[in-house]
Nanobody, 120 residues
Framework: VQLQASGGGLVQTGGSLRLSCAAS????????MNWYRQAPGNERELVAG???????NYAESVKGRFTISRFNAKNTVYLQMNTLKPDDTAVYYC???????????????WGQGTQVTVSS
């Protein structure tokens, strides 16, 4: 199983970015899909998550600005980030909880990380 994240970059305060993360490989089904971020010197934190049924949750710091969504047919999760602030600067990681074709469930699949930098 591989997760390929994309969409990061440099943006000015108030700008927008859209992150994508596609899962591929021997996947039977995907449960939750999440986005985490880690800024230098900080612990990795959950930014947003979405269940297989479409229920979403967000960190307080991003509520009203970020939107998580998924396209199940392509095993892809998105994070639309609007009204970006310098405090949003971090490496963003996607994470999925899935069942493999061999009947193994794990929530420890991670993408490679994509850098988001918001300039003031």
């Amino acid at each position: 199983v591989q997760l390929q994240a994309s969409g990061g970059g440099l943006v000015q305060t108030g700008g927008s970015l859209r992150l994508s993360c596609a899962a591929s490989g021997s996947i039977r089904s995907i449960n939750a899909m999440n986005w985490y971020r880690q800024a230098p010197g900080n612990e990795r934190e959950l930014v947003a998550g979405i269940t297989s049924g479409g229920t979403t949750n967000y960190a307080e710091s991003v509520k009203g600005r970020f939107t998580i969504s998924r396209f199940n047919a392509k095993n892809t999760v998105y994070l639309q980030m609007n009204t970006l602030k310098p405090d949003d600067t971090a490496v963003y990681y996607c994470n999925v909880d899935l069942w493999t074709n061999w009947g193994i469930r794990s929530d420890d699949y991670w993408g490679q990380g994509t850098q988001v930098t918001v300039s003031s």
